[in-house]
């Protein structure tokens, strides 16, 4: 069965101040699409065309070249929404509740809906509603800032959800629990599917597809074994492979690429046993 397309972009260039003096090309002859009820990982050194390919994606970038399919809404909800690397900065409102019940309401909910869309949202990052509902987000720690702008996001029940870097300045413990939301946000109903930027190559592991970046240009794309098991492409992109993937290749380990840290455990326990 064929999988529906939530975007698709085809021979998409994009240039920031075009004609201009300025002028600084930013993306270069892509051609990607999104399948519905997938995770997917965009890498790549800085400067390589994340952010800019991401706010395509998200319907939030007019492209200068090629085109841009993007699938309905579901009624109520938005086609796709996005939160961005510094997500606090989208906080505005004088308390949480509000500021998480900000799309909803755009969207023309009752009070009765909105609400109850603002509690399951906060529930889905791991903030308690009756805890965290009337207080002022700027006085929240940036982990929980973080939380309060994905629930607003989460909150407009958009297919696609487009995360640029949001894990950025968090310690680890926190960045995998906003990730574990996130994969249970998308799991939730079918046909929701996730793309993020990160620079955490062991976080694009875990995605079902990795797009690699390159100079604006999209050097691969495929399964997280095929794209960050390449050393040398990887290379080629400025990048290094995670850590246990390099302890492997350099042990010859009969493993699958990109290694996690419990495969190689497994792999060298048994090669002392023998």
């Known amino acids: 069965m064929t999988v529906p397309d939530l975007v698709v972009l ?24 999104v399948p519905s ?12 065309g994340k952010s800019t390919l991401l706010q395509i994606l998200a319907g939030l970038i007019d492209v200068g070249e090629g085109t841009v399919t993007m699938a309905a809404a579901a009624p109520y909800g938005a086609a796709a929404a996005m939160v961005f690397q510094r997500a606090e900065a989208q906080l505005y409102c004088p308390t949480v509740r509000e500021d998480v019940g900000v799309g909803p309401t755009c969207l023309g909910l009752t009070s009765s809906l909105v609400e109850r869309r603002v509690d ?27 939380r309060v702008a994905l629930a607003g996001v989460l909150a407009v029940e958009p297919r696609l959800l487009v995360l640029d870097e949001v894990g950025s300045g968090l310690d680890a413990g926190v960045r995998g629990d906003i990730m574990l939301s996130l994969r249970e946000w998308r799991e939730e109903i079918a ?7 990160t ?17 604006g240009r999209l050097l691969a794309e495929g399964s997280p074994e095929s794209v960050l098991g390449d050393a040398a492409t990887l290379e080629l992109a400025g990048l290094e492979p995670t850590l246990s993937t390099r302890v492997a290749l350099a042990l010859g ?16 326990q048994g090669r002392v046993q023998t």
């Open 37 to 48: 009820g997938v995770t997917m990982a965009v890498v790549g050194a800085t400067a390589s």
């Open 120 to 146: 399951e949202a906060l529930r889905l990052v791991g903030m308690d509603p009756r805890e965290f509902g009337s207080r002022n987000p700027h006085r929240l720690s940036l982990g929980e800032q973080r």
């Open 199 to 215: 620079h955490v190559l062991e976080e694009a592991a875990d995605a079902d597809r990795v797009v690699l970046l390159s100079a």
């Open 10 to 33: 085809r021979d998409v260039s994009y240039t920031y101040n075009a004609g201009t003096a300025l002028m600084r090309p930013a993306l270069s002859s892509i051609n990607l699409s």
């Open 253 to 268: 380990a009969d493993l699958p690429c990109p290694v996690d840290a419990r495969s190689l455990r497994m792999w060298l």
């Open 191 to 197: 046909g929701r599917s996730l793309v993020f930027s």
